[in-house]
């Protein structure tokens, strides 16, 4: 996904507009892999660039800086961004056969785990940044312009939020009526396949007056749906304006009460962490989405103790049904691995009846990827690649199906819709029902930011499609 959203406006101070009339603008062009944080997290790079005086493109080869996003969850993530860095370094070329600079960085969870390895392999790299040094952006460029190369890994003490400047109003309500929020970062759960807790670092929380002003400042742009975010976002704690310790829950109580936000949403929570309040929030909170991204990985016990997930099948299946007790239409959506060390043909048929069980409105599912430095790419009985390739398919094939059932249940209903941008084709608009699938109507059913009752006429491959109720 490529982000390329800020322009300068008028109100950037006054020396980066001195700088801007004695020479051309600064482009970067930012290009984001992975997950949702990294997109969060490459607005607030993007942020932090306009400050010195960068405008973003999305035509890489006006661009004096190029910065790659990087994600390192699974073995083909970081070999796009090997090739691409190939490509790149063949613009920075031809670029410089003209006379002009095209710095090169790479951020992420790629840059977090192989640091100067990066430079080794691809020397036309001139930084690299991990997660935790985001703010440090502008100095390291200031420094990787006078001729270093940098390389900045090292978890910083001071709070990077605190120090990361906040978009400008008319750049928030650029980015449309739907946004991210992240509220932590990190992970100390180690799963044994998972390289967060390596790249990402331990677990974090935002404070609640810094939660509460972001998103404050987002529903003033006319943000009407906020999805928090976190590695293990429901591990979220904090001291509360109470004075009392708080949870996501609770959290999510206060955000409830902010004007003009209608939408909550959260991802992704860890079974382990789904405690009472946050259960109660679903109940009683008509702005928390009835949507909930909750990973299982596996249906086999066997398999989720050699994960360490530190719950078995039946705990998930119990905490589920207290979930649906307490808001009866909320749908599921997991994430699942096949072909972990040692999983057997039982232990997948395990997984799949699980599925069955459960029922998912939408999921992930991947193949097992040996992380360098993780527990999972040592232990033994590693899976072969065609196995793992028959139980994906296989899984789905079913995850598939019952998410085109959920949206056929769908058809004849009336439900809400956040309308959220301009369709495809003329005459349409594109809106977001409660459960994330995206929602066709006509052009004046609503306003981009409105939220409208419709009826569900069809179900499209991936979205539903609409009337005025
Ligand atoms: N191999 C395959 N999938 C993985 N995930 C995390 N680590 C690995 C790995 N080593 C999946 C998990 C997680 C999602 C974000 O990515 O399902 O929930
Ligand atoms: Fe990785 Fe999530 Fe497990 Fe943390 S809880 S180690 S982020 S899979």
Not at 71 to 99: F, N, P, Q, T
Not at 319 to 334: F, K, P, Q, V, Y
């Amino acid at each position: 996904m490529d982000l390329n959203t800020i322009e300068r406006n008028e109100t950037d101070s006054a020396s980066q507009s001195a700088a801007a009339a004695s020479a051309p603008a600064k482009k970067v062009f930012v290009k984001t892999y992975g997950c949702q944080m990294n997109v969060y997290d490459s607005q607030r790079m993007t942020d932090a660039l306009a400050a010195d005086g960068y405008t973003a493109t999305d035509v890489i080869a006006d661009a004096d800086l190029v910065l790659l996003n990087t994600c390192h969850i699974r073995e083909k993530a970081a070999e796009k961004v090997y090739s691409e860095l190939g490509r790149i370094r063949d613009m920075k070329a031809e670029r410089a056969a003209v006379g002009r600079e095209m710095l090169i960085g790479v951020a992420g969870c790629v840059a977090q785990a192989e640091g100067a390895e990066i430079i080794r392999r691809s020397p036309a790299v001139d930084l690299v940044i991990g997660p935790q040094t985001y703010h440090r952006l502008p100095d390291v460029l200031a420094r990787v312009r006078g001729g270093e190369k940098i390389v900045e890994t090292e978890y910083a003490i001071e709070d990077k939020f605190e120090h990361l400047p906040q978009p400008k109003r008319a750049e928030m309500i650029k980015r449309g009526v739907t946004a991210f929020l992240t509220v932590q970062e990190g992970c100390d759960k180690f799963c044994t396949f998972c390289v967060v807790p390596y790249t990402r670092g331990s677990e974090v929380s935002r404070p609640v007056a810094q939660i509460v002003a972001e998103a404050e400042r987002l529903a003033d742009a006319g943000v009407r749906e906020v999805t928090l975010l976190g590695q293990n976002v429901n591990a979220w704690h904090g001291k509360g304006e109470d004075g009392m310790e708080w949870g996501l829950g609770r959290l999510l109580f206060r955000l409830a009460q902010i004007p003009g936000l209608a939408r909550l949403r959260y991802t992704t929570s860890h079974p382990r962490d789904m405690d009472d309040e946050l259960i109660a929030a679903h109940r009683d909170l008509p702005a928390l989405m009835p949507y909930l991204h909750l990973p299982v990985q596996s249906g086999s016990d066997r398999i989720l103790k050699a994960m360490n997930r530190r719950h078995t099948a039946k705990d998930y299946l119990a905490l589920l049904e207290r979930i649906r007790a307490a808001r009866g239409d909320i749908a599921l959506s997991g994430d699942f691995i096949v072909g972990f060390p040692g999983e057997t043909d039982a232990d997948f048929e395990a997984t799949m009846g699980l599925v069955r069980q459960v029922n998912y409105a939408s999921a992930f599912s991947f193949k097992y990827s040996p992380r360098p430095g993780t527990p999972g790419a040592d232990m033994p009985d590693h899976v072969p690649e065609a196995v793992k390739d028959e139980r994906l398919q296989r899984l789905q094939a079913l995850l598939l199906k019952q998410q085109q059932d959920f949206g056929l249940g769908l058809v004849g209903s009336t439900i809400d819709t956040l309308i959220e941008k301009p369709g495809r084709q003329a005459g349409q608009k594109v809106g977001r029902s409660p459960w994330l699938q995206p929602v066709i109507v006509d052009e004046k059913a609503g306003k981009i930011g409105d939220i409208i009752r419709v009826r569900i006429t069809k179900t499209g491959y991936n979205s539903l499609f609409a009337e005025l109720a």
